[in-house]
């Protein structure tokens, strides 16, 4: 086996990840996961509150500063991050005439804008490392499209223009990016949700049922381990089939 083949299917041993908006949902379990297989994981949020074992970092993503230092929070306690997970990500619904600029602006600033930022801060350490692994949360929305989301959905859709542009400009480093594109997933939101309404969503989805947390970090943890070293700038659905040919 060559020392590339090598390198890509070592077992990944106690990295150094950030995971943005580890605090509920989505990328707790995110954050769970890799916790689980033994990784030092920093869990950036504003409100705190990351899964025992975790780093707990209050970081806006949207102010460049915070950013910065969350960084070197992390680096001084688990060395340079080599897993980045973009997955705080916020939603500010309305039709499009009724959209304000500051609808338009503070989802792009959170989603796509801090996600930029996020990676390319990272991605200054993988470079030295010559190896790292960018995930970007999206959704099926970004390729789907969705009423009363034009400025979400934007988002989205731009973090996978970013994410293949950046597999191709860092991929002779080893470093991999990749979007993960969840569809319907229950979360305290759409657990809230009255079961008629539920039921209806599942009805829309081939596989039959919304998707737990649990669906979505196991995608993750693959993207960012070595059965996945030769993926990259790729847009890897967890929808149960709802976005199917996009
Ligand atoms: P939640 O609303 O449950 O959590 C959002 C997370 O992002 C929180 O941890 C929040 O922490 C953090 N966050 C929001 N804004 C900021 C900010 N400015 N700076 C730092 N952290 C911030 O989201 P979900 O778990 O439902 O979703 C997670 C990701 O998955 C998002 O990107 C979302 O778009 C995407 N997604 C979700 C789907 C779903 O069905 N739930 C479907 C498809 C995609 P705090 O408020 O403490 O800062």
Redesign the pocket.
């Known amino acids: 086996m060559s020392e590339a083949e090598q390198s890509s299917t070592d077992a990944p041993q106690g990295r150094s990840v950030l995971v943005?908006?580890?605090?509920?949902?989505?990328?707790r379990a995110i954050a769970e996961a890799f916790l689980a297989q033994g990784d030092k994981v920093a869990v950036?949020?504003?409100?705190g509150g990351a899964p025992e074992g975790a780093l707990d970092l209050r970081?806006?993503?949207?102010d460049p500063d915070q950013v910065e230092a969350a960084f070197k929070a992390a680096e001084e306690a688990h060395g340079p991050v080599e897993v980045l997970v973009a997955?705080?990500?916020?939603t500010s619904d309305t039709l499009l005439l009724r959209m304000s600029e500051d609808d338009w602006d503070k989802v792009i600033s959170?989603?796509l804008t801090a996600s930029f930022r996020l990676a390319k801060r990272a991605a200054k350490g993988m470079l030295r490392l010559r190896r790292g692994r960018i995930v970007l949360?999206s959704?099926?929305v970004g390729l789907l499209g969705s009423p009363g989301q034009v400025n979400y959905a934007a988002s989205k859709a731009g973090l996978v223009g970013m994410a293949r542009s950046m597999a191709r400009e860092l991929g002779s480093r080893s470093i991999t990016t990749n979007v993960v594109a969840?569809?319907?997933?229950t979360?305290?939101?759409?657990a809230e949700l009255p079961e008629e309404q539920r039921a209806e969503y599942a009805s829309r989805i081939p596989l039959g049922r919304l998707g737990a947390v649990e669906d979505v970090a196991q995608t993750v943890t693959w993207l960012a381990g070595p059965g996945a070293g030769y993926v990259t700038g790729a847009v890897i659905p967890v929808d149960g089939g709802l976005g199917m040919g996009h």
Do not use: K, L, Q, Y
């Not at 997955?87 to 916020?90: F, Q």
């Open positions: 943005t908006g580890g605090n509920r949902g989505i990328g950036t949020t504003r409100s970081c806006d993503v949207t997955n705080a990500g916020i959170t989603n949360i959704s099926v969840p569809g319907f997933i979360t305290d939101m759409t």
